[in-house]
């Protein structure tokens, strides 16, 4: 995957999850495409949960907890926000010594939001050429009522996408 006549090396990204079709899809390309990846730059991107506001208060039961939900303490929405920000860069950290096992040099990058739409913006922003996504199987309803996080690449990045299917 050299660079075009610019001479710029291409940009390959994965995106990393804690499924595990996200690190069959970053095996399948240390095994498959390394010699073309070594001279480009690999990208690893997780996207971190999109923040959650709202818990219920402890009342007992009854009406009660149904009509008094509120907004969590700020310290406890940070303390979220941190310990999901720990778990994501965990993964890429993992990944990271994945690729450094195989003599491959990552960049990592994260983003917080819906991953859908993290995804695109970190596609666009940096450039990339190539797009990998592990293929997570869901049941028919899931996948009509609410789509696949590969459905919504496909119809919103600006580069080409590999999804990397498991072979049972």
């Not at 596609?123 to 190539?130: E, S």
Request: charged share 20%; aromatic share 6%.
């Amino acid at each position: 995957m050299e660079g075009g006549g610019k001479g710029e090396s291409k940009k390959v990204m994965v995106v990393i999850d804690e499924s595990d079709s996200s690190y069959h899809a970053l095996m399948w390309v240390l095994n498959n495409l390394k010699e073309s990846i070594t001279s480009s730059v690999l990208v690893l991107f997780a996207a971190l949960p999109p923040p959650s506001c709202s818990f219920g208060f402890g009342a007992p039961f009854g009406l009660a907890r149904l009509y008094f939900q509120g907004l969590a303490a700020p310290e406890v929405f940070s303390m979220e926000q941190e310990r999901s920000k720990k778990i994501c860069l965990g993964i890429l950290k993992k990944a990271e010594g994945i690729c450094a096992s195989r003599g491959v040099k990552v960049e990592t990058l994260t983003d917080a939001g819906d991953p859908r739409v993290t995804i695109c913006n970190a596609v666009n922003k940096n450039n990339i050429n190539l797009l990998i996504l592990g293929h997570e199987s869901h049941g028919i309803l899931k996948r009509v009522f609410l789509g696949t996080l590969s459905d919504h690449q496909l119809n919103n990045v600006k580069c080409p996408i590999l999804v990397v299917k498991r072979l049972e």
